[in-house]
């Protein structure tokens, strides 16, 4: 059973940047798109990016477009999220999503299997 585990998450001021890890363990499907969604407190989860299992093409959405960079490496089954020029109303849990789908998914309904989230804080 495939598992994923967040990391990078924390307290930053605004203008900062941070750098979250997704690490996919376990499955037997080798090939996982990966997408980021964030839920702030009072708010629906939202779509941040996906990357397809080879990284030849990603996904945004149109509140992180320009400031967020997704990739990966498969040989250490990491996905990345790089956020720069964060901002208040960036503050949310992260959670990261894989899919077997092969397209960009940005549909939280389409991911199979989450991991647990990491907290990102961006005092103004």
């Known amino acids: 059973q495939v598992q994923l585990v967040e990391s990078g998450g924390g307290l930053v001021e605004a203008g900062g940047s941070l750098r979250l890890s997704c690490t996919i363990s376990g499955g037997t499907h080798s090939r996982y798109g990966v997408g980021w969604f964030r839920q702030a407190p009072g708010k629906e989860r939202e779509f941040v990016a996906t990357i397809i299992w080879s990284g030849a093409h990603t996904d945004y959405g149109d509140s992180v477009q320009g400031r967020f960079t997704i990739s990966r490496d498969n040989a250490l089954r990491t996905v990345y999220l790089q956020m720069n020029s964060l901002k208040p109303e960036d503050t949310a849990i992260y959670y990261c999503?894989?899919?077997?789908?092969?397209?960009?998914?940005?549909?939280?309904?389409?991911?199979?299997?989450w991991g647990q989230g990491t907290q990102v804080t961006v005092s103004p």
């Open positions: 999503a894989a899919t077997t789908r092969g397209w960009a998914v940005t549909t939280a309904i389409d991911y199979e299997t």
